[in-house]
């Protein structure tokens, strides 16, 4: 494969509308990081961009929730996500901001040229309109009941108890979050972007072009979208926060965020371009620049259909991979700043890094552990006891202990000194280490190129160990005569090959790990009183980093054991945090409903009859693919067995539900989802901890049976 002229590295853009905890991290900015250190110690061309979002509804929301203005939010929660990304090794070429002036331009500019040439559509269509705040309100401006789950607050663009994509129209008895009134229609209009104009495009660049040299999980959910047909997608919506659209007969109306968003790569580029008095176009128009989005899987169809679609109209280069990942779940549960069920960068900065409790190297163990178990093909689980473990058996007892007794043995043995290798006396155990080296660094290569990480991480790993049982076996302590003299020639011959070999292997382990662990990589070079510069990629398999008769330093320790009693403090940390904020989160919804319960309108009779309600028992029972909430069950309704996609899989296990006698809703319209039709709802009840219950009878009763 031809190697690229130049790489622009992304990584997704975090809202600046509060702090970003370490799922976050994980998905999108460790593995982009390490790519992107990677490719420069191969000394390649790279720009790697990323920057706070400072528009979209989330924003003005968390202004409301502090009592202060959008503006102050992103300037509020922008320099501390920056500065969190630096502590923790993410090195960005440039941190940009949406709401800078040059961003601004660049996205108008980008709306202008697709208006201009036709590829944006305008349509009227009516949308909720809050009376008492005379205004149009965006998608989570609104709530209401979940159609799918009966979550009394799920927001108009998804329900977050069971995770569920909507629109505003799905919502059963929606209100304004402005005012708490009823919403009223108003016809308005909005630029869309007809995504089904592109479908054809899609489905050869993707399923045919990328098919296997994408990550499978993203192919997939691509091939959902694609295969369920695409819709047009507006691209403006009416909002007093954001990037002004910029034509006559806009007035009020600013571009979506999901369009503003993305086009913030390239504003970065640009400034990044201006700062150091470069070109910014070929990295955006040259086809021999490769284009890498890094995301977590709620991206996926911004960053492989909709973005790609805008870019070719505009006339840019398409993403050569966009290899996203999965969900990093906290502890058995998912990750949920709102339910204090999370670790925040900020809050580990603080706790690990900053005081005297390790400093940078645990940044690093922070680093090392969430490359370890990242969700590249699937959710994965952090655990304190996991991030001790790792910290303590892998980093202290292998890594660590390898380096640290070279360092002592080369003082001890052979006068603090690089000893010189004696080709004459080499043996096959000599042999076989010199092998390994050059073999994994091969295989780490490999990997790193196919964003293999954790696969890549466990190789350096794997080597430090062969390094530890290379020693363990060579024993050059025991070659030293108990009295202290210097030990017979031969003898002091094998421990300079032994010692020699495995200095040649530190500089090597450095230059591997630095990728990984920035930090740890710096250190060692320091122990070993080389430049950084021997920690670049050229170097990686040679045995003759360093030269025979260079003095080097006393060893430090890279990484501390991690104590029982700190892990038992974050735990009782985050059930303090969560119990908190869980409190709060009840307190406000109890709020909500009180007053969704007063502004609903008065039903009659002949309302409520229209409900079908019947007892359906389920007789089966399997989680849906790629969907993390969902549930297909077969329920048996006396006259028929229906399927019913149910998002209640965070709460019960398929196997424990078979048997279950369930109440119903058989008259619901059928609704596809992940290309499965539903037919029906089951009704949940949810108690004040947001555990989901089965409404069901208290004795079991014929299928079919009506409820009145």
């Not at 005379?134 to 989570?140: C, G, K, Q, S, V």
């Not at 985050?574 to 709060?584: A, D, I, P, T």
Request: charge should be negative; proline fraction near 5%; aromatic fraction near 8%.
């Amino acid at each position: 494969m031809t190697t690229p002229k130049r790489y622009l590295i992304t990584a997704a853009l975090p809202y600046a509308n509060g702090l970003k905890h370490i799922g976050h991290l994980a998905g999108a900015y460790l593995p982009a990081d390490i790519y992107v250190r990677y490719l420069k110690t191969q000394k390649r061309d790279v720009v790697f961009v990323c920057g706070s979002d400072e528009h979209g509804t989330a924003i003005p929301i968390q202004a409301m929730k502090e009592g202060t203005t959008a503006q102050a939010i992103i300037d509020k929660y922008h320099p501390i996500i920056e500065q969190n990304f630096k502590d923790l090794g993410i090195q960005f070429d440039i941190y940009h901001r949406t709401s800078d002036p040059l961003h601004h331009e660049t996205a108008q500019e980008f709306f202008k040229v697709l208006n201009n040439n036709n590829d944006l559509e305008i349509k009227e269509s009516e949308q909720y309109y809050d009376e008492a705040s005379n205004t149009f309100l965006a998608d989570r401006y609104i709530k209401g009941t979940c159609p799918v789950c009966a979550n009394p607050n799920a927001f108009g663009d998804q329900c977050e108890k069971c995770g569920s994509s909507l629109s505003p129209d799905q919502l059963i008895n929606p209100v304004s979050t402005l005012s708490g009134n009823q919403p009223v229609k108003k016809a308005t209009k909005h630029w869309y972007l007809p995504l089904d104009r592109h479908e054809a495009f899609l489905r050869e660049w993707i399923l045919e072009e990328h098919k296997n040299d994408w990550r499978a999980s993203v192919v997939g959910q691509c091939k959902s979208w694609i295969d369920g047909g695409l819709q047009a997608r507006a691209v403006t919506r009416d909002l007093d926060w954001g990037i002004k659209v910029p034509v006559e007969g806009a007035d009020g109306k600013v571009l979506y965020v999901w369009f503003d968003a993305p086009i913030g790569y390239i504003s970065a580029t640009k400034q990044w371009a201006k700062n150091n008095d470069k070109d910014w176009s070929p990295y955006w128009n040259d086809q021999d620049t490769k284009l890498v989005h890094f995301i977590g899987k709620d991206n996926i169809v911004f960053h492989c259909i909709i973005f790609p679609v805008m870019l070719k109209l505009h006339g840019n280069i398409l993403p050569t991979n966009v290899p996203a990942n999965e969900f990093m779940n906290l502890e058995g549960d998912k990750m949920s700043t709102s339910r204090g069920w999370s670790i925040e960068m900020d809050d580990y900065i603080n706790d690990w890094v900053k005081p005297d409790n390790g400093g940078e190297s645990m940044a690093d163990v922070l680093r090392y552990y969430l490359t370890q178990i990242a969700p590249e093909s699937k959710d994965s689980e952090f655990t304190w006891k996991g991030f001790q473990d790792a910290n303590n058996s892998e980093l202290v007892s292998i890594f660590g202990n390898f380096v640290n007794r070279t360092f002592v043995l080369m003082h001890k043995l052979c006068k603090g000194k690089v000893p010189v290798f004696h080709n004459d006396i080499i043996d096959d155990k000599d042999k076989q280490l010199i092998i390994d080296i050059k073999t994994a660094t091969a295989k780490i290569e490999a990997l790193l190129e196919a964003y293999k990480f954790r696969d890549a991480l466990f190789e350096v790993i794997d080597l430090a160990r062969k390094g530890n049982k290379y020693l363990q076996e060579k024993e050059p302590w025991k070659k030293v005569p108990k009295d202290g003299s210097l030990p017979l020639i031969p003898d002091q011959q094998q421990i300079d090959n032994c010692m020699h070999l495995c200095l040649q292997l530190t500089a090597n382990l450095a230059i591997l790990i630095h990728p990984f662990l920035p930090f740890t990589a710096k250190k060692l070079c320091h122990m070993m009183k080389v430049v950084d510069r021997m920690l670049e990629w050229e170097n990686a398999g040679n045995i003759n980093l360093l030269k025979v008769g260079y003095s080097l330093r006393e060893p430090q320790l890279l990484f501390r054991k991690i104590e029982n009693e700190e892990i038992e403090v974050q735990l009782e940390k985050l059930k303090q945090k969560s119990m908190v904020n869980g409190q709060q989160s009840i307190e406000k919804t109890e709020v909500v409903e009180k007053e969704t319960i007063a502004l609903k309108p008065e039903i009659v009779f002949d309302d409520f009859a229209k409900i079908d309600l019947r007892v359906g028992t389920i007789v089966s029972a399997e989680k849906v693919e790629k969907a993390d909430k969902l549930l297909k069950l077969s329920v048996d309704l006396g006259f028929e067995t229906r399927t019913i996609l149910s998002g209640i899989a965070l709460h019960f296990k398929p196997e424990d539900i078979v048997g279950k006698q369930v109440s119903v809703v058989v008259n619901l319209a059928p609704r596809k989802m992940r290309g499965i039709e539903s037919n029906g709802m089951i009704l949940m009840a949810e108690d004040h901890q947001g555990k989901l219950h089965f409404v069901n009878p208290e004795s079991e009763i014929n299928a079919g049976a009506g409820i009145s």
